[in-house]
């Protein structure tokens, strides 16, 4: 007998053995073989042999050797995955009930203390040595044999059996039914004498429209418009992956909306997963749908729903499928406001994500291996010299010859800058038509960021809270017209005002040499030292002009102003360290690539007095603070210039804050101290003594950390909850103490769990034989840092493990 397998139309290697014998098409591969053991032998090999992607454009024959009747040939030809389905497991032609079992997971009522709501039937198929395939690989075994609906109608059949077997009147029972069953002739009708049959409420039965295949939402929407005059009730499966997206959502009439368990699962610590959830979330309130939460298994996945207001849920937490439903589910975790949810503010920066990449000379063979080792990767961004110039989309990757990977390109989708504004993001998408493509991110000149999906950004400009526009996103400090009111508001009433001008010195050429996320850092330092300085004084307001300049407006004449000034300087040059390069700080200075030197941590404030005549508005204050800024700017290293006849110059001191750090470690070294457990709040005291400390954990040896993160009560929310047992080996604050068995300060780096600016303290504990026994790591915001370095140092700062050995 002879197998033929016509292969997709591109140059691909022989396989198998040198039995194998090629057709004068090189993509038609013929086999001989003896007996049906020889030929699934074949046809396993080639499964193993082929991706997906190309065994499901393949068709087979199977037939006599020798010429035959074209139409003898013609019939005999089928898809590959179908003649191998058929082969491999015949018995997927047999009567389906033999082998069909139906599981049921209960749904728990957030609302009734996690009571049992309802069910879910899910599919089981039970082959022949015994295994139990569950639904997605018995439907797609199904499909491949083309008895998907044959499949979908026994689950029906027998989930009814079920409901009205074990499952009491008034809990209602999900059906998963295929889009294409629905839209069958004459299945509404046989569903609902089935349902009459079993006497059971039509009520009772909700229909799970499963995301399976593309369908027109308008033409789904019809027909399940007919199922509700029914008394029947349609959810939505799967939301927010697949098929049934937004544009079904907002078409058919869904009672039940059911949340994907890719979106629920670690919501919490995710800003995309919190963004798409809180969308769908917000589109079902407006449309009267009730949500359920599928896949929930941790503890904070649980409460974080119950914070959005979600009514029911199910996942292995609660229950199981099992074939008998059960009664009994796991009671709901008691409320832990660890596990509490704050909102954040939208930045777009932070819903970047890399992507993955492909230079534009990467051989054709090897961009389809990275399809093929990342089975969920869309689409990949062509980049020539570090610029995107197309999208490389799985659907093409593995359907052309072996051309340059540029003939496989589509047009990149829209660019956008990180400094886009919300309004043209919004504007952007509402001229969108069609299916939304990610957008793709670049610098200002054009050097390649990340994609962004743009329906998470419109998610969350939708979602957000309006701002007053009063503060300064970043500082928090008043700004804008506000501050420009107050100012010329104090200058008309008060001939008296004082105004200070700080803003920090070749700022630019730190953002060139640095990057943005430290230039953010060095500002939000500076901005916190001068509230903690300034704040809480009578008649100051603080305000934060725009990118590195801030103002003090003093409705007063105040004669200690410069040494408060001095002790800004000296306490931001302390501790903007932790933002320069040990090699730039030990040189004193940094160098652009335009071969400039500047200083290291300077700071230039001008001091407009009255002096030189009253100050009229804003306008005339800043140009008179210009002129002295210009002055102090010509001046190498940090400098006060107060207005005077001629101009007072002031150098600041630099020593005064030099030992802050002992503060923190001084405190962590207390905690040794301390009672530890896997208690969550066995610290909690030790935060209202320390409250600069974020988080705790504590480290074994090994680098693996002991207990979950002890937490600030302040920060519940803002920090994820859990830890235990994650592998910390190869941070910095756990490899530079364990190589040097002292303590360690970090740099400042910018938090992905809090969106805040912080450093990270370590420190090493130690056995009654000297042997290290763990280490404690604790987090400090920048806001908490300026407050802690502020006050006297207590002691000389222990000996310190450097950033630049970690």
Not at 163 to 179: H, S, T
Not at 581 to 608: M, N, Q, W, Y
């Amino acid at each position: 007998m002879q197998l033929h397998i016509k292969l997709p139309n591109r140059p691909l290697p022989p396989v198998l053995e040198t039995h194998v014998s090629q057709s004068a098409a090189p993509v038609v591969l013929a086999f001989s073989c003896r007996d049906d053991e020889e030929l699934l032998h074949t046809l396993d090999k080639l499964s193993r042999q082929y991706t997906e992607p190309v065994l499901e454009e393949a068709y087979a024959w199977y037939g006599p050797e020798g010429n035959q009747n074209i139409e003898v040939l013609m019939s005999g030809v089928m898809p590959f995955n179908t003649f191998y389905a058929r082969k491999r497991h015949p018995w997927l032609l047999d009567d389906l009930s033999l082998y069909v079992e139906m599981h049921f997971q209960p749904i728990v009522d957030f609302t009734q203390n996690g009571k049992i709501f309802g069910y879910e039937a899910l599919c089981r198929l039970r082959d022949p040595g015994g295994n139990l395939l569950n639904g997605e690989d018995a439907f797609r075994l199904a499909r491949q044999v083309n008895r998907a609906v044959e499949l979908d109608l026994v689950c029906q059949d027998l989930a009814l059996a079920g409901k009205a077997r074990a499952i009491p009147d008034g809990a209602p029972l999900f059906i998963n039914v295929l889009p294409q069953t629905i839209m069958r002739e004459g299945w509404l009708s046989a569903m609902l004498k089935a349902i009459d049959r079993h006497g059971i409420d039509h009520r009772d039965v909700v229909i799970e429209v499963v995301e399976s295949e593309d369908v027109s939402p308008r033409l789904l929407a019809k027909h399940c418009d007919v199922i509700r005059t029914q008394g029947l009730r349609i959810a939505l499966d799967d939301m927010g992956s697949g098929f049934n997206g937004l544009s079904t959502l907002a078409v058919v009439k869904a009672d039940f909306i059911k949340i994907d368990r890719a979106i629920v699962h670690e919501a919490q610590g995710s800003r995309v997963r919190t963004v798409l959830l809180e969308a769908i979330v917000s589109m079902a309130q407006r449309l009267g749908c009730t949500i359920v939460a599928e896949g929930l298994e941790r503890v904070e996945d649980i409460t974080y729903c119950q914070d959005l207001g979600l009514m029911y849920a199910q996942g292995f937490y609660f229950a199981k499928p099992e074939a008998v439903p059960a009664q009994m589910v796991t009671a709901l975790p008691a409320r832990d406001e660890s596990h509490r949810s704050i909102p954040d503010e939208f930045r777009i920066n932070e819903f970047v994500s890399r992507g993955v990449t492909v230079e534009v000379n990467t051989p054709i063979d090897q961009a389809r291996r990275i399809f093929i080792e990342n089975p969920d990767l869309a689409c990949a961004v062509v980049l020539d010299n570090l610029r995107p110039i197309g999208l490389l989309k799985r659907g093409k990757v593995f359907t052309h010859r072996n051309d340059a990977l540029g003939n496989y390109c589509d047009p990149l989708p829209r660019m956008i800058t990180t400094r886009m504004p919300s309004s043209a993001l919004a504007r952007g998408l509402y001229l969108e038509r069609g299916e939304i493509e990610p957008w793709i991110m670049v610098s200002e000149d054009g050097v390649y960021i990340g994609i962004v999906h743009p329906l998470e950004i419109m998610s969350q400009i939708i979602s957000r809270k309006t701002s007053s526009g009063n503060l300064h996103p970043l500082s928090h400090l008043t700004t804008g017209p506000t501050l420009r009111q107050s100012l010329d508001i104090s200058l008309r009433n008060n001939p008296s005002t004082q105004l200070v001008y700080i803003d920090l010195d070749h700022f630019k050429a730190y953002n060139d040499r640095y990057g943005f996320i430290r230039g953010d850092a060095m500002i939000r330092l500076l901005s916190e030292i001068v509230r903690q300085e300034f704040n809480h004084r009578a008649g100051v307001l603080v305000g934060h002009i725009g990118g590195d300049d801030f103002v003090l407006i003093l409705d007063h004449e105040d004669p200690g102003l410069v040494d408060l000034l001095l002790k800004v300087v000296s306490h931001f040059q302390a501790l903007a360290v932790h933002l320069y390069d040990s090699s730039d700080l030990e040189r004193g200075f940094f160098t652009t690539e335009d071969g400039k030197d500047h200083p290291v941590a300077s700071v230039s404030i001008a001091v407009v007095n009255g002096s030189q005549g009253r100050i009229s508005n804003s306008v005339a204050a800043a140009e008179r603070a210009a002129t002295l800024k210009k002055i102090g700017k010509s001046n190498i290293g940090s400098i006060i210039v107060v207005e005077s006849d001629p101009p007072q110059l002031v150098i600041p001191r630099s020593d005064e804050y030099i030992n802050w750090q002992s503060r923190a470690l001084n405190a962590l070294k207390i905690l040794q101290t301390m009672p530890r457990s896997a208690d969550a709040h066995c610290l909690d005291s030790c935060f209202a003594d320390y409250p600069f400390f974020e988080v705790i954990f504590e480290l074994n040896p090994d680098g693996s950390q002991r207990f979950a993160n002890w937490i600030n009560p302040n920060m519940y929310g803002k920090i994820k909850a859990g830890g235990a047992g994650a592998d910390r080996s190869l941070q910095a604050y756990y490899t530079a103490v364990r190589d040097s068995l002292n303590p360690y300060i970090s740099s400042i780096y910018l938090s992905t769990a809090t969106e805040d600016f912080c450093l990270t303290v370590s420190l090493p504990l130690f056995d009654a034989d000297g042997r290290l026994s763990s280490i404690l790591v604790a987090d400090i915001n920048i806001a908490a840092m300026a407050m802690l370095s502020g006050l006297p140092a207590e002691a000389e700062a222990p000996r310190l493990a450097s950033a630049d050995t970690a």
